[in-house]
């Protein structure tokens, strides 16, 4: 059996992006990282990024600067790893 750790790094994606996928699609991280591998490798790119900038607008909304800063971390993470696809910017 696979570890989470083993699963996350088969992913390429980080824990950050695959903690806001599974915050925002309401999940067990161990599912979203299923999720995160199959959108990384069926041109899902722009999806994920659209849930990292969901999540910070929520943040946002919620004054919730801390996860905010993590979040925005996330996704300048994100693009800069998955920069084949023509990317959107958060609020």
């Given at each position: ?11 390429e994606l ?39 900038i969901d ?16 979040l925005n ?19």
């Amino acid at each position: 059996m696979l570890t989470y750790e083993e699963c996350l790094e088969m992913s390429e994606l980080s824990a950050d992006e695959i903690a806001a996928i599974a915050e925002h699609e309401h999940m067990d991280p161990m599912i979203a990282v299923a999720l995160g591998h199959y959108l990384i490798t069926h041109d899902g790119e722009q999806r994920i990024q659209r849930f990292i900038i969901d999540d910070i607008e929520r943040a946002k909304r919620c004054g919730d600067r801390e996860k905010q800063a993590l979040l925005n971390s996330a996704l300048q993470h994100f693009i800069a790893t998955h920069p084949t696809h023509q990317t959107q910017q958060a609020s």
